[in-house]
């Protein structure tokens, strides 16, 4: 198992941006691809963004692209997503989650370990 851990997030003002971090401990952390996915209240989770243990590929939804970017650092074991021209619609819980293979997936049922979340807050 991986242990994750997210930080980076908080409230800010439409148009604005925030980075989130997510520190993985436990495990070889290149041995895992890696997802962003958001949660708001009654809603079902939500995919954000994937990247492959390499780094070399990512994927987005058409609703995120263009705003969002996924990166990873290896020798930091730490994925971010930077986020920018945030809408009060972006509102929710931000988790982080590892998946034991090396190609991205934007399926939830595909990951095996799960951060708790960092709330992030846009405000119009």
């Known amino acids: 198992q991986v242990q994750l851990v997210e930080s980076g997030g908080g409230l800010v003002q439409a148009g604005g941006s925030l980075r989130l971090s997510c520190a993985a401990s436990?495990?070889?952390?290149?041995?895992?691809?890696m997802g962003w996915f958001r949660q708001a209240p009654g809603k079902a989770r939500e995919f954000v963004a994937a990247i492959s243990r390499s780094g070399r590929n990512t994927y987005y939804p058409d609703s995120m692209k263009g705003r969002f970017t996924i990166s990873r650092d290896n020798a930091k074991n730490t994925v971010y997503l930077q986020m920018n021209s945030l809408k009060p619609e972006d509102t929710a819980v931000y988790l982080c989650?590892?998946?034991?293979?090396?190609?991205?997936?934007?399926?939830?049922?595909?990951?095996?370990?799960w951060g708790q979340g960092t709330q992030v807050t846009v405000s119009s």
């Open positions: 436990g495990r070889t952390f290149s041995n895992y691809a």
């Open positions: 989650a590892a998946r034991t293979a090396s190609l991205l997936s934007t399926l939830k049922y595909e990951y095996d370990n």
